[in-house]
């Protein structure tokens, strides 16, 4: 069974950088794919998602939180197509925040960030540890996506849905 490893925090401004293609390479023996420069990978081998946290925190020349999933939940969510029908342009993303864990009780959905009618987040639905909603392309929306943590009681990581797909395309062809 594939796995698919999100790391939170990477690559972003100056702060814990590091060459993606290069762990990639470095764990060449994992048949681990890398997407992108966000720290996200689709591991196809089969390995132990303990054996595989050590081995990234073993690589990478910082701490970071690593939110690990299984390729099938990747594959069953993006499946559903859970953005049809939904508002999509050059102004408002497509995002997935997966949580670290299962956190507390969950919120019900939908709900915006900021409340009312002049949202810059909307969260959609929450699908296990996926969190599915919109932003708009502003600023103040990172700050928002940021604040998921605190509402849901775990740490998020989040990726556009165009991620998502790629994740999909790449547990494709593996599984053919």
């Known amino acids: ?29 994992l048949d681990l794919v890398n997407i992108g420069a966000a720290g996200t990978f689709v591991v196809r ?8 946290r050590a081995e990234l925190a073993k690589r990478l020349p910082f701490e970071t939180e690593v939110v690990i999933c299984k390729g099938d939940d990747v594959l069953e969510l993006q499946s559903t197509n859970p953005f049809r029908g939904q508002p999509a342009g050059p102004n408002i993303a497509w995002f997935v925040s997966i949580l670290a864990k299962r956190g507390r009780p969950l919120p019900s959905t939908p709900f915006n960030l900021p409340s009312g009618d002049e949202w810059s987040l ?3 639905a929450i699908k296990n540890r996926f969190v599915l909603g919109l932003y708009r392309r502003e600023m103040k929306a990172i700050r928002y996506l940021g604040q998921l943590d605190k509402v849901f009681g775990v740490p ?10 790629a994740i999909a395309r790449i547990l494709q062809k593996a599984g053919s």
Not at 5 to 29: I, M, W, Y
Not at 45 to 52: A, F, G, K, P, Y
């Open 1 to 29: 069974m594939a796995l698919v490893v999100f790391l939170r925090g990477v690559n972003v401004g100056c702060h814990r950088t590091f060459r993606p293609s290069l762990l990639a390479k470095e764990l060449s023996d």
């Open 45 to 52: 081998n089969r390995i132990s998602q303990v054996t595989l």
């Open 122 to 124: 909307k969260v959609l």
């Open 156 to 165: 998020a990581t989040t990726r556009n849905w165009n991620t998502i797909t």
